[in-house]
């Protein structure tokens, strides 16, 4: 399990397949207490979180923002530099609707914005309560 989780902790991939748009949360688990949260503007992310899941066979929880960001790569660059410099948190759509106390490991996924995970993710991670829960972060870049 350590070697599983160190392997899915250091994917970096980038590359672009165009996926079906699935549900935002999206439950395989069979009891399973595994829950895969992840943010993606551009789909890689996503696509790495449909193989973990493929894999691990939790359940999905798509991060969406209220004001979702421009479609614009320039000026969603120039946006994402401000925000990280300012600590901003964006709002989520909504936070996740399940029961987190059902999950004792938690994927956590971001793109790699400026370094570092997109705010969004920092919103997240704030406003749920992850105490003793197993974190395994995994970023595309
Ligand atoms: C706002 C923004 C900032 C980025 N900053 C970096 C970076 O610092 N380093 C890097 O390797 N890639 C950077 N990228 C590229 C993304 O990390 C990469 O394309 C990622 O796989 C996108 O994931 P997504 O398709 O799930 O959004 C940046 C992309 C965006 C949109």
Not at 7 to 31: E, M, P, T, V, Y
Not at 58 to 71: A, M, Q, S
Not at 111 to 130: Q, R, Y
Request: hydrophobic share 40%; net charge positive.
């Amino acid at each position: 399990m350590k070697k599983l989780i160190l392997f899915l902790s250091s994917i970096i991939f980038c590359f672009n397949i165009c996926l079906a748009d699935d549900a935002k949360i999206k439950d395989d688990s069979k009891g399973n207490k595994t829950l895969i949260v992840y943010y993606s503007w551009g789909r890689n992310t996503k696509v790495v979180d449909k193989k973990i899941n493929e894999i691990v066979k939790g359940t999905i929880f798509e991060i969406e923002l209220k004001v979702p960001y421009t479609t614009d790569y320039k000026e969603v660059v120039k946006q994402a530099k401000k925000e990280i410099q300012n600590g901003v948190r964006p709002e989520l759509k909504e936070n996740f609707s399940g029961d987190l106390s059902k999950y004792d490991t938690i994927f956590i996924g971001s793109p790699n914005w400026w370094g570092t995970v997109a705010p969004v993710i920092m919103t997240f991670i704030e406003k749920n309560n992850l105490e003793g829960k197993t974190i395994i972060p995994f970023i595309t870049h």
